[in-house]
């Protein structure tokens, strides 16, 4: 199952990979780097949100009036600052969410990689709250919904004996420090649980891409400033606890639950988020990856040169102090936990040349599942086949969508392929050792589209080796122009592997005329580059735009009221209270003599709301407290058809079993979109409905 939705992952992600291929170049295709973008739109985020908080009150009568104060009277600066703000929040949603769907498809989330995979799922449950309590702070009609919205959802967990939704009910029972706690957490204590997860999501990956490409990071900025100048983000009116909105623009990429908890419990959406969350952290083992031998090294061999730990893109190999007393200072230790069996650190051995004569061949470290020994065997066996002066040997990685399985399509009597885990596991002694010993007159070394290398640096460590700028280099005295890079797409026509064999064969010179070998050209210009840039970024801008915002949510229908039942109250004790003898007194420590003996324990409080007749709302709730002494709290928000109605509340706080202890019906006469709120007001031991 896992296996199709892969597949059909991939079907659509490289149609699109391959367009932006044309436009951005694979260097600087977005897909190619999204991780590293959610951080810079993080970063965007942090720097227009210092600005925010300058100006920003943190009190229920300032918040609202300082955010206007930004967004219209400083609209230049503080306007575009907000918007850039929650812009860049919402394309980081979009980027995490590319991040992660790429990283399953491509399967870069099983094996040993579970660790990057599992400690991403915490960060989602950081930064999606991370986004709701900034939008709790502009404190408009949006962020009152939230909030309520938010208490409902954080009541039906037991942590509060006291409801928190009650809260937001009425402006008088608000307080500053709510929103003081709010901006601690969305400034600072959230932040730093995310800063902290990001560090330990890429704790285990060896020179992780944090940042994008400049250009990268120019256009998106570009992108966002844009999208902030010409659709600046507005508030949503300020909160009126009396009014309801009838409909709301919500913020899909952080509010997308939300909606849900009008046709489903809090415990259903808790039980959504949970399973979701645990699936996802079960994805790497389904089903279980069959285990590739991991890369051995062979102390024999090994002379301590720590180019294999700083190739090995997993962190897989650690440099350790000589064990086996030879002189060199250390020796590559591989850690089995982290390795990925990619190969990279062969290719990047200095001991595996092909060129011994008459010792074996056996590098420093080797893969056992496919040897550099076995590796010149079949070059030998593909070589040996070969006839004519245009012969190409291909090494065709085995992880390319475009080059696995070439070989059955590519042997012929002048193209012999080598299969290899990736193509950096070829050495550049091999292609020196093909072409110096005659064994080929071409030497291609084919693997995954740019950027898209399922082992990270594949590409980029074979192009650098072969361009002589990383150790092991290309020995000078090789004809680079007999060696063809191919990074394939299977999408496009000149992708393919045959494509790419014809086209170097077809840059060969005649045997005869070896010393003058033509250049190759450098290919037309790219006229795709910026009209397929500028869609991709004018597409980005509006997604990220529309869902900020649109679709409206209906949260109420029309001509409806809403009304909120907001009750704390202590229900009658178990039992009564028994004088206690004046024996029992002296019994007594003088500090806990009491003359009456009450059970502590306390009787549900019982709760029904009808509206002519027909009941809304019933409810038994069970006293707070571990002893159960405490008050029972009771809240529920429900939309009512507006026009005049006989309300009516009744509530048991005894054991009795007909009738009500205190009730309270009266007629109201509720407007569209007016909010009731009925209160047990305590001091005075009666119900009220509130409408003011
Ligand atoms: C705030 C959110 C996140 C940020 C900023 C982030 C960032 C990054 C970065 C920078 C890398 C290194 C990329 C590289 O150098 O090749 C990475 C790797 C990875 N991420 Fe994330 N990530 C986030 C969330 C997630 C989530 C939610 C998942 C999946 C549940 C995930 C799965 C992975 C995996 C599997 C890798 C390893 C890829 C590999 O080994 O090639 N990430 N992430
Ligand atoms: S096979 Fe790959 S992951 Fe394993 S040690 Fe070598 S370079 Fe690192
Ligand atoms: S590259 Fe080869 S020789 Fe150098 S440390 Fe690694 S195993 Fe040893």
Redesign the pocket.
Known sequence: MLKILQGAGQALVEPLRAVLDRGFSPALNPLNHL??L??YF?WIVLVSGIWLFIFFKTSVSGAYESVEYLTHDQWYLGGVMRSLHRYASDA?IIT?AL??IR?FVYD??RGN?WF??VT??P??WL?IPLGITGYWLVWDQLAWYVALTSAELLDWLPIFSESMARNFLSSDVLSDRFFTLMAFLHLIGLPLF?VF??WL??LR?N????NPPRALMAGSLLAMLALSLIYPALSQGEVDMTQVPESLGLDWYYLLVYPLLKAWSPGWVWGLLTGVSLL?CMVPWMPPQGGRSVAIVDLDNCNGCERCADDCP?GAITMLQRSDGKAYESEAVVDPSLCLSCGLCVGSCPTATPFRRHTALSPGIDMPDLTASVLRERLLEAAEKLQGDRRVIVFSCQEGPGTKKAGSKLNDSETGTVDVICAAQVPPSFIDFILSRDLADAVAVAGCAGGNCQY?FGADWTEQRIARERDPRLRKRVDTDRVALAWLEPWSKSGKPSAMVSALRESLPPADAADTLPERSAGPANRWKIPVTAVAYALFAVVVGCLSIWPRFQLIDEGQAMVSVSISHAGQRIGECRMLSQEELNKLPPNMRKLDDCPRERLPVRVLLSSDGNPLYEAVMQPSGIWNDGESSIYRRLPLAAGTQRLFIGMTDSNRNEGFDYSLEQDVELAPGQHLVVNFDGARQEFVFRQE
């Open positions: 991780g590293a959610t951080i993080c980081a995490l991040h992660m990283e870069r989330h990689r990057s995979w991403g799922v960060l989602l930064i995310l997860g990001i999501h890429v990956i020179g992780p891409r944090i996802l997993f990270r």
